[in-house]
């Protein structure tokens, strides 16, 4: 019966980037582990995406996960060019009242918009939601954090404090790799941008603040960490859409698609390479495209750039009707999921955003790595040399990548021995996929593992109420 169900919160940050593997763990939890979600949403204006994506996840949960939004905070006075991270951080922080209220209902077992559900065992926050563990420590809610990237990235942050200590000057000056525990050696100028200056407290401080409160809750000297994934997000389907039916066409394995992730934005120059490179590769391909930015390489990651403008009319004069047939441009926004589950796609150009790269091994589709933004450039560095399963077109020094190189790079990827090799190792780790997320399998047991103390209670809260 639906309200003996146990009922978790979750707490995603803005950005559709990381709403989207927290909606992925929310719908594993209510299809597979029998949980009732209430999916709590800080608003940032007019999202259609989200929305959509929202209605998919209620949809396909069968009402075990409701969303709630919080209501819109006045972030007027933030300079448009502040900080993706600041921006985020600033809007969980102006919202902790509205949320106060909520968990504490939720928390309660007192009716909310949510209706029937049980009263919450848990809260799952995104790691940029850190402020929201002074809130939950007062009121006791078991807190877990749901960290949307890799492993890589999480040794590097809770290393960061001992790095700062020992390494002095910028990271990109460094002459020799980063030693990260447990990690391949990575060039200081591949760690984040967020990471790249030395006076920006932020990230550092968002990461040392939820050590601490891991460790005062009575964890060790880190956080007890639970593997899981990789989570995708299963949404409805839409066998109208265009791009699908035009897939459906195309033979097996033939077609590229090229997409930059929820945020990603090129300059008007390197658009046209990109669009001339595309074309000299003679492959078939899909891609999405958005207006360019001259300033910016994650643009549209709160909401798209185009303002109602066509971001077709910034293709090279001509492009799209010498492409008929054997491209497709899309403007914005594809459902990528799909498309990458869709036997014609044979290569994924990606920014490497974590989403993305698990979509594809999810689907066994080998990569062309082209890392844009945040932690992008390491994840880029894993998979063309550490697993290699993608390769990486050279960028110049003034920053672009020309057309030959696209071109070189999309014919290497689509037809030569070495595109063939990186999707027999792409299709190796698509099995080791399917197993950790079957019964039995290290994600699955892993995320029933946590969801007992969810059921049950964990011993480390309960010891937090005795004191
Ligand atoms: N996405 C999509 N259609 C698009 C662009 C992006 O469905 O046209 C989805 C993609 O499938 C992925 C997410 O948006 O789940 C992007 O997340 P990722 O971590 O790859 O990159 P970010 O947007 O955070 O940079």
Redesign the pocket.
């Known amino acids: 019966m639906e309200t003996q169900r146990p009922h978790v919160a979750i707490f995603p940050s803005p950005?559709?980037?990381?709403l989207?593997?927290l909606a992925a763990f929310a719908q594993q939890l209510a299809t597979i582990h029998g949980f009732s979600v209430t999916f709590i949403n800080v608003s940032t204006g007019s999202s259609p995406m989200q929305d959509s994506i929202l209605a998919g996840l209620e949809q396909t949960c069968k009402g075990f996960v409701k969303s709630v939004e919080l209501p819109m905070m006045d972030m007027s006075d933030i300079p448009p060019d502040t900080g993706k991270v600041v921006q985020i951080s600033l809007t969980i922080r102006r919202s902790l009242g509205s949320l106060r209220g909520l968990l504490g209902d939720l928390f309660s077992g007192l009716p909310t918009a949510t209706g029937r559900f049980p009263a919450i065992s848990g809260l799952i926050a995104d790691p940029f939601c850190a402020d929201v563990i002074e809130l939950t420590h007062e009121l006791q809610l078991p807190t877990y954090l749901f960290f949307?990237s890799t492993a890589t990235l999480l040794s590097l942050m809770l290393h960061l404090p001992t790095l700062d200590q020992e390494i002095s000057g910028e990271y990109r000056d460094l002459d020799f790799p980063v030693q990260v525990p447990g990690c391949f050696p990575i060039p200081g100028k591949d760690l984040p941008e967020q990471l790249q200056d030395r006076e920006d407290e932020d990230p550092r401080a968002s990461s040392n603040k939820n050590l601490e409160r891991q460790e005062a809750w009575g964890a060790i000297s880190v956080p007890k960490i639970v593997p899981v994934g990789p989570l995708?997000?299963d949404l409805p389907d839409n066998p109208g859409e265009e791009c699908l039916k035009w897939l459906d066409e195309q033979p097996l394995n033939s077609v590229l698609f090229v997409?930059f992730?929820?945020?990603?934005t090129f300059t008007h120059e390197q658009m046209n390479e990109m669009a001339m490179g595309l074309e000299a590769s003679e492959q078939r391909f899909l891609w999405?495209i958005r207006k360019p930015h001259q300033t910016s390489s994650?643009a549209s990651?709160f909401s798209s750039t185009s303002n109602g403008e066509d971001p077709l009319a910034f293709l090279p004069l001509g492009f799209v009707s010498r492409i008929q047939g054997r491209g497709l441009v899309?403007p914005?926004?594809?459902?990528?999921?799909r498309i990458l589950a869709h036997s014609s796609i044979g290569g994924f150009m990606?920014?490497?955003?974590?989403?993305?790269?698990l979509?594809s091994v999810k689907n066994g589709v080998p990569m062309i790595a082209w890392p844009l933004?945040?932690e992008?450039r390491m994840n880029a560095l894993m998979l063309a040399n550490e697993i290699k399963v993608a390769l990486r077109p050279k960028m110049e020094d003034d920053g672009i990548v020309y057309k030959h190189e696209i071109e070189r790079a999309v014919r290497c990827l689509m037809e030569e021995e070495e595109g063939k090799l990186l999707r027999e190792k792409m299709g190796e780790l698509k099995t080791a996929t399917d197993s950790a997320l079957a019964k039995g399998g290290t994600s699955y047991e892993s995320v029933n593992d946590v969801a007992e103390e969810w059921r049950f209670g964990s011993p480390i809260w309960k010891d937090m109420k005795k004191v």
């Open positions: 950005g559709l980037g990381h989207i593997p949307t995708t997000l997409c992730g929820s945020g990603g999405v994650s990651f899309i914005d926004w594809a459902p990528q999921g990606s920014h490497c955003g974590w989403n993305s790269t979509e933004y945040a992008q």
